[in-house]
């Protein structure tokens, strides 16, 4: 584990290496939890056995102890700042592949295109939030702005929507809701062929 400084704070990372990897996968935490939810572990698991090298990124806002996150503009500068530090050691010379759960997929996202990443991998995209039915305040356009390769993995009853595939996106429906807990095995196949692909 290393303590990353950002404009915001230090920012916290927990390094899991693939032998001879191939490539990094960068995740951040959603808003309420931090980087050790069911579907991070399973992820990292899955793409160290394939070869990819993980780093789990707790945002500022989480190692001050804060429950509520910061707002995104921080959000994405520390980020910015944890993937620099990266790039220039554990990770250099790696292909960047970025992501998150829920607000985590959504800075990934934001970011996508000035981290230089290849590909974004989302966990539980909140499309809106719960009950929400203005399209003025869909968060979907933060996800249509990725012209990267780009997967998401959602529950079939995440109140949070469901985001439609798109010409780089691919949509894996899996049992469950927005914590994506109920069936990690279809979580895991859907991450590991997705990986295959890169």
């Given at each position: 584990?290393?303590?990353?400084?950002?404009?915001?704070?230090?920012?916290?990372?927990?390094?899991?290496?693939?032998?001879?990897?191939?490539?990094?996968?960068?995740?951040m935490?959603?808003?309420?939890?931090?980087?050790?939810?069911?579907?991070?572990?399973?992820?990292?698991?899955?793409?160290?056995?394939?070869?990819?090298s993980?780093?789990?990124?707790?945002?500022?806002?989480?190692?001050?102890?804060?429950?509520?996150?910061?707002?995104?503009?921080?959000?994405?500068?520390?980020?910015?700042?944890?993937?620099?530090?990266?790039?220039?050691?554990d990770?250099?010379?790696?292909?960047?592949?970025v992501?998150?759960?829920?607000?985590?997929?959504?800075?990934?996202?934001?970011?996508?295109?000035?981290?230089?990443?290849?590909?974004?991998l989302?966990?539980?995209?909140?499309?809106?939030?719960?009950?929400?039915?203005?399209?003025?305040?869909?968060?979907?356009?933060?996800?249509?702005?990725?012209?990267?390769?780009?997967?998401?993995?959602?529950?079939?009853?995440?109140?949070?929507g469901?985001?439609?595939?798109?010409p780089?996106?691919?949509v894996?429906?899996?049992?469950?809701?927005?914590?994506?807990?109920?069936?990690?095995?279809?979580?895991?196949?859907?991450?590991?062929?997705?990986?295959?692909?890169?």
């Amino acid at each position: 584990m290393a303590e990353v400084d950002t404009p915001h704070g230090p920012a916290r990372v927990h390094l899991h290496p693939a032998e001879s990897p191939r490539a990094a996968l960068v995740l951040m935490h959603g808003a309420g939890a931090g980087v050790d939810g069911p579907d991070l572990v399973a992820t990292t698991e899955v793409a160290v056995a394939e070869g990819v090298s993980v780093a789990l990124v707790e945002q500022p806002y989480r190692v001050a102890g804060r429950k509520a996150p910061a707002p995104p503009a921080q959000l994405d500068a520390a980020w910015a700042a944890v993937i620099e530090y990266l790039r220039a050691g554990d990770l250099a010379g790696l292909p960047l592949i970025v992501g998150g759960r829920s607000l985590g997929a959504r800075v990934a996202c934001r970011s996508a295109e000035s981290t230089g990443a290849i590909a974004v991998l989302c966990l539980a995209f909140p499309v809106h939030a719960p009950g929400q039915t203005d399209p003025a305040k869909s968060r979907l356009s933060e996800l249509d702005a990725v012209t990267v390769p780009t997967l998401v993995v959602q529950g079939k009853s995440d109140p949070f929507g469901m985001p439609p595939p798109g010409p780089n996106r691919e949509v894996v429906q899996v049992e469950g809701d927005h914590g994506l807990k109920k069936d990690l095995d279809a979580l895991r196949e859907a991450v590991r062929d997705w990986l295959r692909k890169r």
